[in-house]
């Protein structure tokens, strides 16, 4: 993906010779990378002003020609948790998303991230603005009023980057607003939050593109957005891949650590509770198999031996802390999803009905469970 900004744009010169009778005009234009490298393209006028390309525009290099970046300025997010703090506090201007009720529960107990405190802007849905890019932060089961909560600040150019777990959720976005949803995921962190307070050591990353694979001026504008934050993004052409490979991870992983109480080091240990974890996570890569999407068969193991070794082996993955906070759990979203699509396909899902079951069990134990972030 290469990204340009125009210096220059002038007719090109034919020297002595006429323009050919029926050949287009074409235009010499200046370009100029990141790094003051520069070059310049001789394009079709017509082309160019079609797409409304002009000197100072930054513009995506492609093999067709140039196509024009919408920069982005403003950002708005919903879902004030582990992911919303941990992004949302780089994010310069940022309006959190958030009613008259909500936000003073916000305001009275300061964020915290490492220790440091974090300051938020926060804005009622009615009162919203479109923005040029929505974060959508919350938990699965809060994504219907999210949705809802979110329409004031979605404009025609406004970009939604969901970075809810499993993979339904962009399908819910886009049914809602067509034409406005790239397809994401967040990895990486280790992020363990208690009430306002959040602590990390990994950071995170987040990975995005089209659902089609291709590299659009959205992704393009995404990208260099989240590189002004000082955020970790990585343009995709195999998003479906990458969000397939983080449902495995949380259907073990995240599941495991629900069901039986047990830390990022207690799943690294060779037992029972291990055991479960990989047959689930099995069963998330047989799935997406059938699904189309090419999941190694040790995609499970190689993902742990590399990325356990950088998390705090005391914290506990997101649904984890849930359970211990009483907050309803994305269970719905990881065996819930993985059962039915797997019986579309003929599959047992023995792992999945044990962590479905067990941890519907502890919801419904809870005699009053807390509303989640």
């Not at 970046?69 to 780089?90: D, H, N, Q």
């Not at 849930?322 to 907050?327: E, F, G, L, P, T």
């Amino acid at each position: 993906m290469e990204l340009y900004q125009v210096t220059q744009m002038s007719e090109a010169d034919y020297g002595c010779e006429e323009l050919p009778e029926g050949a287009p005009v074409l235009c010499a234009v200046s370009l100029a990378d990141s790094q003051g490298q520069t070059r310049t393209l001789e394009l079709p006028d017509a082309a160019l002003t079609a797409a409304g390309i002009q000197e100072g525009d930054t513009v995506l290099c492609t093999e067709t020609g140039l196509e024009k970046v919408r920069p982005i300025r403003t950002s708005a997010l919903i879902g004030l948790g582990a992911l919303g703090i941990l992004f949302g506090r780089k994010m310069p201007g940022v309006q959190v998303i958030a009613g008259p009720e909500r936000a003073a529960r916000y305001a009275a107990e300061p964020v915290l991230c490492n220790g440091e405190p974090c300051h938020f802007n926060y804005c009622a849905p009615a009162d919203g603005q479109p923005v040029d890019l929505i974060l959508v932060t919350v938990k699965a089961t809060a994504l219907e009023d999210a949705i809802r909560d979110m329409a004031a600040f979605v404009g025609p150019h406004t970009v939604i980057l969901s970075l809810l777990n499993g993979i339904t959720s962009e399908e819910r976005i886009e049914a809602a607003y067509p034409g406005h949803t790239l397809w994401s995921v967040a990895i990486g962190m280790d992020a363990n939050r208690k009430g306002r307070q959040l602590v990390f050591q990994a950071p995170g990353r987040i990975q995005f593109g089209e659902k089609d694979g291709s590299i659009t001026p959205r992704v393009a504008a995404v990208a260099q957005y989240l590189d002004r934050c000082g955020i970790v993004g990585e343009p995709c052409t195999d998003i479906l891949y990458k969000q397939w490979h983080k449902l495995m991870i949380n259907d073990g992983l995240n599941q495991a650590s629900a069901a039986f109480g047990m830390t990022y080091g207690g799943l690294a240990q060779d037992g029972p509770e291990r055991a479960k974890m990989l047959e689930a996570m099995q069963e998330v890569i047989r799935l997406a198999n059938a699904e189309g999407v090419p999941l190694p068969p040790d995609d499970d193991v190689q993902w742990l031996a590399g990325a356990i070794p950088t998390f705090k082996p005391d914290n506990k993955p997101s649904m984890g802390q849930d359970v211990a906070a009483h907050r309803p759990t994305e269970v719905e979203e990881f065996a819930g999803v993985v059962r039915r699509l797997s019986a579309k396909h003929g599959l047992p899902t023995p792992a999945n009905d044990f962590f479905y079951e067990r941890i519907r069990a502890i919801e419904a134990s809870w005699s009053d469970p807390q509303q989640q972030a």
